[in-house]
């Protein structure tokens, strides 16, 4: 009988609670961080501008960075990591979207996706 699990005992007067806004104001809140540059251990270059970051925000945002900072690659080690072929603009838009979940669109792609 000492092998055998306890029946799981319903807890009386308790229940579940929930802030609705609190992942939104915990993604503020390291957004906050990476623009002051606190706590940053990562740092993305495309051509010559510089993106301070966090790893787990990055890789838990891309799938893209989740592959690169969580399968042993070599950028997993290093601090800087360049990305050839990628414009700055595109990259800040990209690290914006991780941490605000807004990305803007301009006026061409939303006259297509009205179409």
């Known amino acids: 009988m000492a092998d055998e699990a306890e029946p799981e005992v ?3 007067n308790c229940m579940n609670f929930s802030i609705g806004r609190h992942s939104r104001e915990v993604l503020e809140q390291l957004n906050e961080y990476r623009l002051s540059g606190k706590l940053c251990d ?3 270059r ?3 501008e510089s993106f301070p970051a966090h790893r787990v925000v ?3 945002a891309s799938k893209y960075f989740n592959g690169m900072f969580c399968n042993n ?3 997993c080690q290093l601090k800087e990591v360049p990305l050839f072929g990628v414009r700055s603009s595109t990259l800040r838009t990209i690290v914006d979207f991780a941490y605000t979940s807004e990305v803007g669109i301009c006026g061409c792609v939303v006259f297509l996706l009205d179409k």
């Open 46 to 48: 495309a051509e010559d």
């Open 10 to 12: 319903p807890r009386q």
């Open 42 to 44: 990562i740092v993305l």
């Open 73 to 75: 690659m070599a950028e």
């Open 58 to 60: 990055l890789s838990a």
